[in-house]
């Protein structure tokens, strides 16, 4: 049976237009439960499974309107775990030289390989953004063409430049 206050609340729950459907139709499960209808016949009534009601019955039953609130569900497990994270903002933090790659600085294509081929982390370029963004690091282009390479030594790497340019006049 019901209290007083119990009941309020649940009439308003099914009466109410602001609550979502889903917990209206609990509120009138347990509503029909204390009128005295079974669980076979409040299912027929509205359109639910037999085991929906006596769940929802048996939740009140134990917990009172709190057990009509539906707790966190799981969801899908995780795909990469706490080492994989771990691993990608190490690799991100560490310079390539250090682990013996032939480049400066990394991109996001060279990350994903590196974690791909070396640590055995198949992470897609856009979840090591997501994992670099989450962790509060913002990935940024370090050459550009109006800006300072990143290797000192460019210059004198890539060579003279071939005769069609034209050298740079001075500005006055």
Same mark, same amino acid.
């Given at each position: 049976?019901?209290? +007083? ?16 459907? #889903? ?17 076979? !016949? ?22 009172? /309107?709190?057990?009509?609130?539906e707790g966190p569900?799981? #969801? ?9 994270? #771990? ?7 560490? *310079?390539?030289?250090?682990? &013996?790659? *032939? ?13 791909? %081929? ?5 992470? #897609?370029?856009?979840?090591? +953004? %997501? /994992?670099?963004?989450? !962790? ?11 800006? !300072? ?13 071939? &005769? ?9």
């Amino acid at each position: 049976m019901l209290n +007083a206050d119990e009941y309020r609340i649940l009439k308003r729950a099914v009466a109410s237009r602001k609550i979502a459907a #889903g917990k209206a139709r609990l509120a009138k499960i347990v509503l029909l439960s204390n009128q005295g209808y079974t669980a076979t !016949e409040i299912a027929a009534r509205l359109g639910c499974n037999e085991r929906t009601a006596l769940k929802w019955i048996g939740r009140f039953n134990r917990y009172g /309107v709190a057990g009509l609130e539906e707790g966190p569900r799981e #969801g899908r497990p995780r795909v990469y775990g706490p080492e994989d994270v #771990g691993a990608v903002i190490q690799a991100a933090l560490t *310079p390539p030289q250090d682990f &013996g790659l *032939p480049f400066a600085s990394w991109t996001l294509d060279r990350l994903v390989v590196y974690l791909s %081929e070396q640590k055995g982390i198949g992470m #897609g370029r856009t979840r090591v +953004a %997501e /994992v670099l963004s989450h !962790e509060g690091l913002r990935w940024r282009k370090q050459e550009g063409w109006f800006r !300072e390479r990143v290797d000192p030594e460019f210059a004198e790497k890539r060579g003279p430049s071939n &005769g069609s340019t034209h050298p740079l006049l001075p500005t006055a």
